[in-house]
């Protein structure tokens, strides 16, 4: 009877902490909604990136509230949080610090390294395109790494450690593209679209008054990490594993592949975008309220994680071929 009773409380307890963590996850949407609006989509898609552990990278013109919906979803989440403008005169020190000559009152010298504002929880990188490239790869290696090497020495950045990047679809005057490797680090990228007439109509009546909208922290620090332990836990049936498989392996112009695919391909996904797809629909089947993610997150979510690790042909632009159409075949009969 004892034996009975501590293993059916062993089984409840992961679903005890489920239950929580859901409905925390809960709540944090809501407070975060309660000053974002019309963003639900793209706030969701944020949440499920961090959540996985990844970095996000955010498109839209401005005035979409993309500076404000970091800001608020790092207050929710119990964060640090820090901005970078990134300008072409922007260097490699300003992102990540750097060793500065120090003399005691006795006159002995030394280094002292003074950290960048990349040791924070969550670096907002405003207008990544507009660093140049030598201050982009800069956040190579803390993106994957999670560490910076300076003067020969290593200095881990403060866990839970993500980038929240946003570029300007628009402006193109003055920026530098992205390379394929910097783009892979990022587990999604996100389009903030114009919000409808209703969000719109609540943006301009709550920001053009003087009742301040003020929202409250629903985690700590640690909890984050603790999430994300959580979904990599989340088991994962064989029929989203081969699902994730298949879009993915149709994107490269070889073996099935669709016609549309071979045509106009010209750079497909490797297998970061498997491994980044895996851990989005887990974490999108947390966020939902479910213990398991289906074939349908798989679906839902390719588009996200796809395209920015695909690079489509000069033809495509003269059959009017997009990255979604792409993505539409890719998914198709799955």
Same mark, same amino acid.
């Given at each position: ?15 005890? &902490? ?21 963003? @639900? &989509?793209? #706030? ?19 005035? #979409? ?25 922007? *260097?490699?020190? @300003? ?12 006159? !002995?010298?030394?280094?002292? =390294? ?44 403060? &866990? ?11 402006? &193109? ?12 680090? =990022? ?5 903030? %679209? ?10 301009? #009546? ?38 994730? #498989? ?7 112009? %070889? ?28 974490? !999108? ?7 398991? /993610? ?9 588009? /996200?994680?796809?395209?920015?690790? *695909? ?20 998914? !198709?009969?799955?």
């Amino acid at each position: 009877m004892s034996n009975s009773k501590t293993a059916k409380d062993a089984d409840s307890a992961p679903m005890e &902490q489920l239950e929580k963590v859901q409905n925390q996850l809960q709540q944090a949407r809501e407070e975060v909604r309660s000053v974002i609006f019309g963003q @639900d &989509q793209a #706030l969701d898609r944020v949440f499920m990136t961090l959540m996985s552990g990844g970095h996000v990278l955010l498109i839209g013109v401005p005035g #979409l509230a993309k500076t404000l919906m970091v800001e608020t979803v790092a207050k929710v989440l119990g964060l640090d949080s820090t901005r970078i403008q990134c300008t072409p005169d922007l *260097m490699p020190a @300003d992102v990540i610090g750097s060793e500065i000559l120090e003399e005691t009152e006795k006159g !002995k010298r030394s280094f002292r =390294f003074v950290k960048g504002p990349v040791f924070t929880n969550l670096l907002m990188v405003d207008e990544i395109n507009r660093a140049s490239p030598r201050t982009q790869s800069a956040l190579l290696q803390a993106m994957q790494e999670r560490e910076v090497s300076v003067s020969g020495h290593t200095h881990n950045l403060p &866990q839970p450690f993500h980038v929240l990047a946003t570029q300007n679809p628009l402006e &193109q005057e003055g920026t530098y593209p992205l390379p394929e490797a910097q783009l892979d680090r =990022f587990l999604m990228q996100i389009d903030i %679209d114009y919000p409808d007439e209703d969000a719109e109509k609540q943006v301009i #009546l709550t920001t053009t008054s003087n009742v301040a909208r003020t929202v409250k922290s629903v985690f700590k620090k640690d909890d984050l990490t603790n999430i994300q332990n959580l979904v990599r836990d989340m088991p994962v049936g064989e029929a989203v594993v081969d699902a994730i #498989l298949t879009v993915v392996r149709r994107a490269r112009p %070889d073996g099935d592949a669709p016609q549309i695919v071979r045509d106009y391909v010209s750079w497909p996904p490797g297998p970061r975008a498997s491994q980044a797809l895996m851990l989005a629909c887990r974490a !999108k089947a947390l966020l939902d309220g479910r213990t398991a /993610p289906s074939p349908d997150d798989v679906i839902d979510l390719a588009e /996200p994680v796809l395209k920015h690790r *695909m690079a489509l042909n000069y033809q495509s632009r003269a059959d009017g071929v997009t990255l979604r159409h792409i993505v539409e075949a890719l998914t !198709k009969d799955i």
